[in-house]
């Protein structure tokens, strides 16, 4: 989606609304109930949850009983038949692959450029439940994707947790450093129906804006991703600081990592209930680990996240994305995830092969594939664009997810990313 992945760039911070109250709910925590902390054997992953030796400790939390604020009913859809998109997703034959683009909505449509005149500020545009959805519909209309994302970011739960931020213009996200026992310790368990009820709003809206054959996609950014923006104090290029508390106090990682994990599946529950068809986890930083450093502070948090959403609602597809994932493609699929979204410097027909002999040795049911044209192919001229996405539709094979390997770039020209989602509407197996 749009600004989805929080290191773009942003409107100035100034004219933002004022952060909202955030309620103090009384059982906060600084790691999961048991519930939670299951061993990973089925996954191909074991790891031993690290205690902290001088943590203050607070009653465990449980996602299933924690008290939240009244939440509405979960949306009803008025459709019978599942959108392409959902049928894909779920490895049922279709005519042809569907289409959307991550990042879809934003910077690089005009109409939305204009929008940024009258509400200059990110959390305006995705806070505000009308805007939010505008921004949304706007690539759905302009070139009829299959599938229709909240423009929304990964950073937008975590003032339910009790983490303040804020996305300048320039410098992008913005955050108070989270890098000892007690900010850790100060977190506390979202009420996703208190603190981000735009969001619940926004999702019910489009689901009743968009035609019964599109798909309506929420997301969310998976916890070391969301410990990176945390632990730097903002966007980073080397992610040193996140490393080095790794070697230095790994428990306290841990500890800040479960703790997002318990917030972030209840968000996606959150955002299923409200109208969500599809999740998408995001785990955009994740790429920057050695294979080892993701078995333990990256893959077992995907999975809580991604259990959570199976036990709740096993009817909804997830998708998982990584940047620069080649080298952790089989420890991806092994988390479980239905689809396994592939970035642009993997070729799509040796990717789905690894992708199978892992699941296959992990005793897993095939997963389906997304992607992965990369985004600066859409600068090129047609012939190419035609080029390039049917080769990748012809090495995916059915069960595939047709998309970027990336966000679209602000520059890319309207009428070349129109031309993509044609050429791949026009597509028949």
């Known amino acids: 989606p749009s600004r989805c992945l929080a290191h773009s760039a942003a409107s100035n911070s100034t004219d933002r609304p004022s952060p909202q109250t955030i309620p103090t709910i009384t059982m906060k925590f600084a790691f999961l109930t048991s519930s939670l902390l299951f061993s990973l054997s089925g996954s191909g992953f074991a790891f031993t949850v690290p205690t902290s030796p001088t943590p203050t400790l607070h009653p465990p939390v ?12 979960p949306y009803v859809s008025k459709h019978a038949d599942d959108p392409l998109l959902i049928r894909a997703a779920r490895g049922e034959k279709v005519e042809r692959p569907p289409v959307w683009m991550m990042r879809q909505a934003g910077r690089h449509i005009k109409e939305y450029r204009d929008l940024v005149k009258k509400y200059p500020t990110f959390r305006e545009r995705s806070e505000i439940p009308e805007v939010a959805v505008e921004v949304s519909l706007q690539p759905w209309r302009n070139y009829k994707t299959d599938g229709c994302i909240l423009f929304s970011d990964i950073l937008t739960p975590l003032p339910g947790l009790g983490l303040q931020f804020d996305i300048e213009e320039k410098k992008g996200p913005v955050l108070r450093k989270v890098d000892t026992w007690e900010a850790v310790n100060n977190m506390h368990l979202i009420d996703p129906f208190e603190t981000c009820p735009f ?13 019964s054959s599109t798909a309506v996609l929420g997301f969310v950014g998976c916890p070391y991703t969301l410990a990176t923006y945390l632990v730097e104090g903002g966007t980073s290029k080397e992610y040193l600081e996140i490393k080095k508390m790794m070697s230095s106090d790994p428990s306290l990682l841990h500890a800040m990592l479960k703790n997002l994990a318990a917030s972030i599946a209840e968000y996606a529950c959150y955002q299923v209930e409200a109208g969500a068809q599809v999740i998408q986890i995001f785990d955009s930083w994740a790429g920057h680990l050695s294979p080892r450093d993701y078995d333990e502070f990256a893959a077992p948090y995907q999975k809580i996240i991604l259990d959570v959403v199976k036990e709740r609602h096993p009817e909804i597809p997830t998708i998982a994305y990584i940047k620069h994932s080649g080298a952790l493609l089989e420890r991806l699929a092994k988390t479980g995830v239905d689809i396994v979204s592939l970035d642009w410097t993997v070729d799509m027909k040796e990717g789905r092969a690894r992708i199978d002999k892992a699941r296959e040795e992990a005793g897993m049911k095939r997963a389906n594939v997304q992607g992965n044209l990369d985004p ?11 080029e390039r996405t049917i080769e990748i539709i012809e090495k995916a094979g059915a069960g595939h997810i047709m998309n970027l390997g990336h966000g679209i770039e602000a520059d890319t020209p309207e009428e070349n990313a129109k031309f993509f989602v044609d050429t791949v509407r026009e597509y028949r197996y």
């Open 376 to 386: 600066a192919l859409l600068f090129a001229d047609h012939d190419t664009i035609k």
């Open 62 to 73: 449980s996602l299933s009983s924690t008290a939240l604020s009244s939440a509405p009913p």
């Open 199 to 211: 969001v619940d709003k926004s999702l019910r809206i489009l689901r009743d804006s968009v035609d």
